[in-house]
């Protein structure tokens, strides 16, 4: 059998290291196989799923509950284990238990998990840096928006927690700063999830050129809204941190563009259209579907012209893998039995449909959006998981952890003519 891939380009598939897949204990919003089918048809390839589920991945008996979960993965994944305040004792054992990495939630979001304090903090990075993994941000101060919340209900007004008027930047510009000084005291290594604000950009760079081991991320929503949608959207767009103003998408693009902010992910933070839609914009679930969409979405910039093919694959694959200590297993072109691939076609023209997405969230602030470039196949080591923009059958339970291929011998690097005559022929499936 033949697969035409004239006038296709091939890319590594996109590496997501910050998605939500709610199993266990959410799934009337997601669960890992409609998760991961969501990812196959976004041309991504290996998803880092985030803790906030119920239970929380708190112990290594949470980690193995959410491995089992993980069994119906069509592509890719490594599992986040939870750094907060009241299991600190357990951090030792995710790591031999096989996390392959930790969020810390510095401000309260979904899920509801106590943040640590900056001592609890301090002993859970000296537990994980001798491992190397890295511990992602919710960079958010919950001391100030606590302040903040108790000040405004004392007014007698509603206290939105994390409504845009009620929640400077200054909650993030304070974390990334405290979180660059624990990485340097401690030696552990860590990246700011979520970069919503210009405001969190200095603390990023300063903390990069005085040699701290951290990455940022931002996502499409930083990027392609603003203050400006919420009368438009209204509670659909809340997330968090929100979308803010315009000129901070500018400069957050800015600093995709010139390496301060690493790479993108999207925060796929599904909900229900029940849940997301409400009169009062705080009281709506945060977060939306992005697993599905990052990629059309950041492909109709390249196809303007505004960011070149490879510097998108650098923020989507090459970027991720580096720094989730994955590279170069992953994050680049590889054959066989190794190669994860989005094969795109840049002039295909496509509209955001929340109808239309694979995950069980169905509503998106994207409704509508036009796109240009797609992935129209999408290959998890060598099987197809996406052909023609439809799954494939039987590859529920193809994706494995991270870290039990990571024992599989690297490939050697090879030009993507190679690629593409040894897909056609090295029994790719
Ligand atoms: C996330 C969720 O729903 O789990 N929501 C969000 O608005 N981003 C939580 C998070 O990433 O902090
Ligand atoms: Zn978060
Ligand atoms: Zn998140």
């Known amino acids: 059998e033949v697969v035409d891939v004239t006038g296709l380009h091939l890319i590594p598939g996109a590496i997501d290291t910050h998605v939500h897949f709610r199993e266990p204990g959410y799934t009337h919003k997601e669960d890992w196989e ?20 119920n239970p929380p991945t708190r112990s290594v008996t949470e980690l193995r509950q959410k491995q089992d979960c993980a069994k119906k993965a069509s592509v890719d994944f490594g599992i986040y284990g939870l750094l907060a305040e009241d299991n600190i004792d357990e951090l030792q054992g995710l790591i031999d238990g096989g996390v392959n990495a930790f969020k810390c939630f510095m401000g309260n979001t979904f899920g509801n998990l106590p943040s640590p304090s900056t001592g609890a903090m301090l002993e859970g990075f000296e537990i994980v840096a001798p491992s190397g993994l890295r511990i992602s941000l919710h960079a958010e101060t919950a001391s100030i928006m606590a302040w903040r919340q108790a000040r405004l209900d004392a007014a007698g007004r509603h206290a939105p927690l994390d409504h845009i008027a009620a929640r400077p930047e200054v909650v993030a510009i304070e974390a990334v700063a ?131 093919l490879e510097h998108y694959v650098k923020i989507s694959s090459a970027n991720p893998a580096r720094s989730f200590g994955m590279y170069p297993m992953k994050g680049r072109i590889a054959v066989g039995a190794h190669a994860d691939i989005a094969a795109v ?85």
Request: net charge negative; glycine share 8%.
């Open 178 to 308: 405290r979180a660059a000084i624990l990485s340097e005291w401690t030696g552990a290594r860590v990246h700011v999830l979520h970069i919503s604000s210009a405001g969190e950009l200095r603390p990023l760079a300063e903390a990069k050129a005085r040699g701290v081991d951290i990455t940022g991320e931002t996502c499409p929503c930083y990027l392609f809204l603003t203050t400006e949608d919420y009368d438009r959207l209204g509670s659909v767009i809340r997330v968090n941190p929100p979308v803010r103003e315009p000129k901070d998408a500018k400069a957050i693009w800015e600093a995709l563009q010139t390496g301060v902010v690493d790479m993108i992910a999207t925060d796929h933070a599904p909900h229900t259209p029940e849940e997301k839609h409400n009169d009062i914009i705080w009281k709506a679930d945060c977060g939306f579907p992005g697993v599905e969409t990052q990629m059309p979405l950041m492909l109709t910039e390249v196809a303007a012209g505004r960011m070149s």
């Open 345 to 429: 076609d840049m002039a295909r023209e496509e509209v955001i449909r929340a109808e239309n997405l694979h995950s069980l969230g169905k509503i998106t602030p994207f409704e509508g959006r036009k796109t240009v470039g797609a992935p129209v196949h999408t290959l998890v080591r060598g099987r197809f998981v996406q052909r023609d923009r439809m799954l494939c059958p039987g590859m529920v339970g193809h994706g494995r952890q991270v870290t039990d291929i990571q024992s599989m011998p690297t490939p050697e690097p090879k030009n993507v003519d190679q690629t593409l005559a040894t897909l056609l022929t090295e029994g790719v499936t």
């Open 34 to 53: 409609t998760g991961t089918k969501a990812a196959a048809m976004g041309g991504v390839t290996t998803v880092f799923e985030m803790p906030n589920t």
